[in-house]
Structure formats: C-alpha cells, structure tokens
C-alpha cells in the first residue's frame, strides 16, 4: 500500500521557521521525484520544491529559493522541507507528492503518481 505522510505543519510568526517531513512507502523511493506543492486558500497548486530521490537533484520555485531546502534520506524513505524566514504569503497547506518523471506545474494534486493528505502552514503574527 503506498502512502505519503505529511508532518510538521504549524503556525509561525512571520520570519520563523519550520521543518516538514514527507515519510514515503509501498513504492520505490529512490526512482521518484519528490514534489512538496502547496495550496492556499483560493488559490491553485503550486510547486514549492523537488528532488530526485536517487540522485539528489533539487529545484525551486523562484519564490522560495534561497529560503527552503529540500533533502531526503533514502535509508528511511523520508524527504524533508525545511523552511526559513517565512512569510504571510507561505501560508498554505503543503502537500508531498510523487512522480516518475520530472515535469512543470501541475494543476491538480491528482496528477501525481501518489500524494499526501496534506499539513498546514500558516504565517501571522
């Protein structure tokens, strides 16, 4: 049975941070890209981050580089978003997701090959 498992969502104060993890199983992780997308409210999916579980290829949206990383460790099929200095506009719910090839924006979570239910994040103060 695959599942992905989101954790570590929260309210944060603006300029906080906050780690995500994305616990994976029933597939094989390491030939998957990594996808955390999130959503707000009102608001289409938007892709956030990925790696490629087999090499480490990462890449970001243009809105969250230089404050979000991306890493995983294959040993317990985990990959983790950590996030800095955030901002109001972070505020979504963040979901992990998977795919076997590596392509653009999606328009919905049901695009990927698997997803999780999702965690939370919200930036006020």
């Known amino acids: 049975q695959v599942q992905l498992v989101e954790s570590g969502g929260g309210l944060v104060q603006p300029g906080g941070s906050l780690r995500l993890s994305c616990a994976a199983s029933?597939?094989?992780?390491?030939?998957?890209?990594i996808y955390w997308v999130r959503q707000a409210p009102g608001k289409g999916l938007e892709w956030v981050s990925v790696?490629?579980?087999?090499?480490?290829?990462?890449f970001y949206a243009d809105s969250v580089k230089g404050r979000f990383t991306i890493s995983r460790d294959n040993a317990k099929n985990t990959v983790n978003l950590q996030m800095n200095s955030l901002k109001p506009e972070d505020t979504a719910v963040y979901y992990c997701?998977?795919?076997?090839?590596?392509?653009?924006?999606?328009?919905?979570?049901?695009?990927?090959?698997?997803w999780g239910q999702g965690t939370q994040v919200t930036v006020s103060s």
């Open positions: 997701a998977a795919s076997s090839i590596l392509t653009g924006t999606r328009k919905s979570i049901h695009e990927y090959d698997y």
């Open positions: 029933g597939f094989t992780f390491s030939s998957y890209w």
């Open positions: 790696i490629y579980a087999g090499s480490g290829s990462t």
